[in-house]
């Protein structure tokens, strides 16, 4: 089985010098000359030195995301945030990107599966396990699309707005009657042709930023009376018939009224920033993928006598962005 | 390269498939089950939870790199000239988040302080009152 | 002192090996014709020579730039009028006559000067040429890994340019907001005439320059670890070769990480996040940015930031520790000590951006840190200058121009290197930031004394590079009139700082505290006129010297030791005619055993053979 590939590019391609020849035609000791120092060749150590630089880029990124976030009071939490499910389901926590993410490690399996077939110079296999990484690459971009419009259209989260947060301290969700006995005046009103209910401070303008609401949850159940302890999760709940960000009003222990208030943007704006920019590495390695795969199909890479490298080099750069994801996965879902 | 034969590094490669779905099922189920969603009433230490999601997310990633990235069978000096550079992010890691921390401390210090000086200012300069306080004291 | 008989020929046909590229490449179609022999060639020579040049315009720009705000420095209240035509709209010429350069232009001009040299003369203009020149020839490789990425280096380097060139030509201005783009100027497109159109050129022009700086360093660092010839260790490799390695590894890992911070202000600017914008108000007007921080961009900058000043001075230390020891006939001081300094220097650079920000409301406990760990790079440098005069005490030293430049180098950097120790210190910063005396301390360090570097390496690579030497009268004129000339510039600045005269303001003049500073800011730009001029007189000698130079009669006119002397007069593709040559010692043998030079490709004697079982 010849599963050396230290020995790669005799065919020259156009535009290049090959230095790759001369390289392995001499003996001598392990860097006595005429030999690769690292036994690589130097597509795939540029590729290294590629993913190296985009680790920095990534690595850049997510410290800003960890900056922000220790800067702030509160931040969402993230199983309640990710908790819906294809098919309408809501209270899955974590369960759909699970799947994602095991959508991602199966693509990079097979990607090791086309690797090895290259090795064993197999075009076909090439051709069936890159096929099916291109699969897996285009199941998690869908996955993706999902999961981002139901951030957006039904959860509410977008760059500047975030209904999701955590709770500073403790308190007590209160009923309309507790609200109105702390000197809060009940106002009924149409809004956008819906009768809608909140409180208001009397002489305060009646603004959105401004009213009180009943705490309810997303299946418009009453919640008054539960208490809640810090860092413990809240959505301020998008009212779809009214069109208004429902604030509930809760009473701390020291007594004095509070409504939930609007989580940090940057939620919103790291969430798509950073996994955009992971889903753009997703989209342009499935836009490679096609196009050696296009050309391990006319026998371009057979012809040459490297076991396949572009597909190894190729695999580097979809093994990153797993590697990325691992990263992703923790800070945005896990932590 | 590997001196594995076809088959043994087949089995490599599926085993890897294993561990990696495996790793990311305890990740999911520490963050599950210490916050209660699986066992009512269990919580975990929050500390305990981070280490051992970041310690499985790095080994992941460890094994990602060394197996399926094949580094593991490349040459030493190959090796160290990608991993070593990742470990001057250590110190951007922690200067960065004790920044990002201190930015909260001085925010909510001065939303305190803001705070105080309303409400203390008739009390402590006593005589000196403001009309528009007195009117907010009503 | 004797001199070792060889003949290059000889030796790399007999110990050099075959790698048939001659077979491959015969008749080369790839530099047959004009446009691809000159304009998109694949060579690394000549991609080194269009990097050279094209930093050489762009210096020319930036250097005017500096010279009209020094005039506005220097004499306010003088008529710029005669400028008019040049700068159209940005000078207004009252009914008396009297033309006053637009404020914001001075902002605008101030900003392009530092983008400007900052990154297209000392970085592209610097490691670009110098790395695309000496890497292939000095570890002896036919050409770069890839020379296609390395042609498209190039022109991802020219694109950057055309965009920052025209952006200076937008009715709005460019950029004018500081080379360091902190937010909310770039990151609010109405904070200024610059932060809109120009903020928006800027920010393409710099991620298309970034994308150049990876293709490059990638390029160069796999060229050095991995198609270094036969017997090039690590250990024999040039100071040059050990110092390009190194800036391209920073390069590869910084500058990833600026283009993460202008990502997240193009989202700033155009998506309304609020990575880097908390609560603000502009005209008037409150914004809906809430909850990010400034300071936040100004660690991911910096981060960048600080390694890019090694990125910018550490070529200038390989080629000048090079040029020192080939006219000082000595083998370089304590070469190992060099190059660990050199990667001591490398590491450290990614532990210290925060002191750029000591002021900008850094938690005081951690500048704690950033203080330490910023004087440690003391130490390295300290280092390096001692091997620098070790290397020329005693030495058998030639005064030509290269070699001047390069002993001008260490003076500079001494004299800059010092402030830098003041300027490190956190508490001596609240009086000194953002004065003059930051701008005389990175100016001379890393400005002035880069170019000393450029100088010494393209005097002394010039015979390399065109097969003529320049004229050696015109170097010597060009370096005492630059040496003092710099020190002229920079030294009062020194004092201005010291006295608080806070950098980047329009005029002084109706300051009572700084008013009496009005004739040494005369005596500065009047310093800086003259060394404007001294630089243009070294461009007419730089191109009369390519067609009209003394020609090179021997392949190693210097009498150096390393690989690209023993390759014919005028470069081929390729490199070496036949065989690539093998590489038998280290790179500074001078005045080994009494013979004057001894060069990598000539084979050990007995003796040293013998000597060196001795060691093991």
Redesign the interface.
Known sequence: MAHDTAHTDVIPEEGHLHHTDYMDSHDGEAWGGGKRPFKASYGKLMMWYFLLSDAFTFAGFLIAYGAIRFSMPSWPVPDHVFSAFPGGKTGWPLIFVTVMTFVLILSSVTMVRAVQEGHRRNKRGVIFWMLLTVIGGAAFLGCQAWEWNTMINVEGVTVTKNPFSSHLDSGTYLTGAEIEGAGYDKVTKDAHGVTATYYIKPGVEDIEENRLFVKQDHHGHVMSGESFSPKDPYLITYNHSTHLYEPSAFKTPDGSIKTEAFGPIAFGSLFFFITGFHGFHVFSGVLFLLIILINVASGLYHNRTNNYEMVEKIGLYWHFVDLVWVFVFLVFYLL | ??????EE??KV??K??IV??VI??L??A???VG?G?VIEGLHLPVWLM?VL??GL?LF??YY??YE??HMKY??K??AM??IL??G??V???V??????????QR??LIEKKNAETIDDRPKKSGSIIDLKDVKNLN | MSVVNYDEDVLIKEQGFDDHFHDHHHGDKYQSGFITKYIFSQDHKMIAKQFLITGMMWAIIGAGMSIIFRLQLGFPEDSLAWLKPLLGKWITVNDAGIGTLAPEFYYALVTMHGTILVFFVLTAGLSGTFSNLLIPLQVGARDMASPLLNMLSYWFFFTAGIIMFCSLFLSTGPFAGGWTAYPPLSALPQASDGSGAGMTMWVASLVLFVVSVLLGGINYITTVLNLRTKGMTMWRMPLTIWAFLITAILGLLSFPVLVSALFLVMFDRGLGTSFFLSEIFIGGEALNHVGGSPVLYQHLFWFLGHPEVYIIILPAMGLTSEVLSVHARKPIFGYKAMVFSILAIAFLSFIVWAHHMFMSGVNPFISNFFVIFTLIIAVPSAVKVFNWIATLYGGNIRFVSAMLFAIGFVSLFISGGLTGIFLGNAAIDIQMHDTYFVVAHFHIVMGIAAFFGMFAGIYHWFPKMYGRFMNETLGRIHFWGTMIGAYAIFWPMHYLGMAGVPRRYYRFDNFDTFSHFGQMNQFITIAAIIVFFLQILFVVNFFVSIWKGKRVATKNPWGATTLEWTTPIDGIHGNWPGNIPAVHRWAYDYGKDGVEFIPQIVPLTEKEKENAEDLH
């Not at chain 2, 390269?1 to 076809?6: A, C």
């Not at chain 2, 200067?95 to 909260?104: L, T, V």
């Open positions: 390269m590997s001196d594995l034969s076809y590094s087949k490669v599926y890897g498939m990696l779905a990311t099922l990740e999911v520490v963050a599950l916050k969603y981070y999601m970041i997310s992941k990633a990602i790199v399926f990235m490349e040459v000096g190959l000239s990608v550079p990742m001057l992010l110190w951007a890691v200067a960065f988040f004790s920044e990002g921390n201190s930015w909260n925010r909510t």
